[in-house]
């Protein structure tokens, strides 16, 4: 409530007079601080997104809903408001990125969000045959005997389709299996033996779409920020957001058996308390989550 209470009364009169006084002092403006102030990453582009939401100025507030190809024209324009001289080249630059990073963030999730729009319908091929390479990645030496099989029980699917499995995903929950199984076949065939454990078990592409879920919710709620600031430059791509779910699985299996529930039946309980150990990671500006990093000796 307190914390609420002092937001609201520092938008509303302190933050203009703090803005003033130190643009006395200074001889700058806030944006000019925070570009020539920060290292690239997350620090700043949130530090950059905050100040133009909170002005006054529609010029500065429409800036975050740019879109990648009005950048530029945007930089000039804020520049030409904000009074600053165009052969500011650090200050352009900067303000460049940054807004590529914030227009991009935006981009990225109408993009995992139109993904996870799609049904899974088994009379459209190219679904089918991701479905198959799922399959032929996790299992090489078992042949699939049916399109509709009890087999697909064994890398942790409910019943005899799997099609209905990815009601609340869409497609993006067999894309985000695939790519894993793809990029780090290794651990994806580890993790799938490890998950047939006989008291530690769980169902492998069950947990693989919650995960989906997870990542999708993170990125919706703006959680994913920092990480993808931190760790794109520019335009955040869906390869990033794959990355991101790479990471949730290998975490994900490794906190499992470290917390060693009682039985599958706790699920929702220890995902919970997963969600909330990311989110808490996530809220460290120098973020990066990555399969890569975690695995770093």
């Given at each position: 409530m307190w914390g609420r209470l002092w937001g609201f009364l520092y938008n509303k009169y302190f933050r203009f007079w703090l803005k003033w006084v130190l643009r006395l002092l200074t001889g700058k403006c806030e944006l000019q601080r925070v570009l020539g102030g920060a290292a690239a990453g997350a620090r700043r582009t949130l530090s950059?997104?905050?100040?133009?939401?909170?002005?006054?100025?529609?010029?500065?507030?429409?800036a975050v809903h740019v879109e990648e190809a009005e950048v530029e024209k945007c930089v000039r324009d804020v520049m030409k408001e904000k009074r600053i001289e165009q052969r500011d080249t650090g200050f352009k630059a900067n303000l460049h990125i940054s807004l590529l990073q914030i227009s991009g963030y935006k981009k990225l999730y109408l993009n995992v969000e139109n993904l996870r729009k799609v049904p899974y319908d088994s009379e459209n091929e190219e679904h089918e045959e991701q479905l198959i390479e799922l399959w032929n990645l996790l299992m090489p030496h078992e042949n699939l005997k049916a399109r509709i099989s009890k087999q697909w029980c064994d890398i942790g699917f409910q019943g005899d389709d799997p099609k209905t499995d990815f009601r609340g995903m869409g497609l993006l929950g067999l894309v985000n299996l695939v790519y894993f199984s793809k990029h780090y076949t290794n651990e994806a065939r580890q993790i799938l033996s490890?998950?047939?454990?006989?008291?530690?078990?769980?169902?492998?592409?069950?947990?693989?779409?919650?995960?989906?879920?997870?990542?999708y919710s993170l990125l919706k709620n703006g959680a994913l920020k920092s990480h993808l600031y931190n760790m794109v430059a520019g335009l955040p791509q869906m390869e990033h957001f794959h990355q991101f779910y790479c990471y949730l699985v290998y975490e994900f299996d490794k906190f499992w058996f470290e917390e060693e529930p009682e039985s599958i039946m706790h699920f929702n309980q220890y995902r919970e308390k997963f969600h909330e150990k990311v989110k808490g990671l996530l809220l460290d500006c120098n973020v990066i989550l990555t399969l890569q990093n975690t695995k770093k000796p």
């Open positions: 950059v997104e905050h100040s133009l939401e909170s002005s006054k100025n529609k010029v500065l507030r429409n490890r998950s047939n454990h006989p008291k530690l078990g769980y169902s492998y592409a069950i947990v693989g779409i919650n995960l989906t879920e997870m990542a």
